[in-house]
């Protein structure tokens, strides 16, 4: 089954940075959320497994590959 990507809203991110901390991946990724809006681009964060993406709202082939690329990742890393 492959993993969708979530859409986290900015609430949810900005709680999750001031539980894990300033130098945590969500406090990172809410930076880089922060950093593309003050460039005026219509960005979001978004998480598929244990990772976290920035970036426009996606389309469905989109969503589909970046499923399909985080499940490669995830057998590769996992031994055999």
């Given at each position: 089954m492959l993993s969708k990507m979530q859409h986290i809203e900015d609430d949810e991110l900005e709680r999750l940075a001031a539980e894990a901390g300033p130098d945590s991946?969500?406090?990172k990724t809410l930076d880089d959320l922060r950093r593309e809006?003050?460039?005026?681009?219509?960005?979001?964060?978004?998480?598929?497994?244990?990772?976290?993406?920035?970036?426009p709202m996606p389309d469905a082939e989109t969503d589909l590959t970046m499923s399909l690329?985080?499940?490669y990742v995830k057998r590769m890393r996992s031994p055999m």
């Amino acid at each position: 089954m492959l993993s969708k990507m979530q859409h986290i809203e900015d609430d949810e991110l900005e709680r999750l940075a001031a539980e894990a901390g300033p130098d945590s991946l969500e406090a990172k990724t809410l930076d880089d959320l922060r950093r593309e809006r003050a460039q005026d681009r219509q960005a979001f964060a978004f998480r598929i497994g244990e990772f976290y993406l920035v970036g426009p709202m996606p389309d469905a082939e989109t969503d589909l590959t970046m499923s399909l690329a985080y499940e490669y990742v995830k057998r590769m890393r996992s031994p055999m």
